[in-house]
């Protein structure tokens, strides 16, 4: 689970959707845009990926869990969602770390 201070309010969501710039790797997109605050993200998997919500929601840890692992790197003004591709259903945890970590570095979010 994301530390509280590293999770993104749903308030922010539209705007970050409206505003931010999208990157994208074989299983997960990111869309991210700079602003004050401390660095914030969450996951979003959709009905089209999976239907039952269990299975949504085991997506959602499994994503979150490889992200939190990487979060200390990530410098403040940085706030970004995760939106999962059909393909993440299936993906090994390491192939999800590795494209969360591709789509953090492509972003400049770590080194």
Not at 5 to 33: C, F, H, M, Q, V
Not at 71 to 76: D, F, G, V
């Amino acid at each position: 689970m994301l530390p509280r201070r590293a999770r993104l309010l749903k308030e922010d969501i539209p705007a970050i959707i409206a505003r931010g710039r999208a990157y994208n790797s074989s299983t997960l997109t990111l869309k991210i845009s700079a602003t004050a605050g401390p660095a914030a993200f969450t996951v979003v998997v959709a009905n089209k990926i999976t239907a039952p919500a269990a299975a949504r929601n085991r997506l959602k840890r499994r994503i979150r869990h490889l992200l939190a692992k990487h979060l200390p790197l990530a410098p403040a003004g940085r706030r970004g969602i995760f939106f999962a591709k059909p393909p993440a259903r299936a993906a090994l945890s390491k192939y999800l770390e590795k494209d969360i970590l591709y789509l953090l570095r492509l972003v400049q979010v770590i080194e």
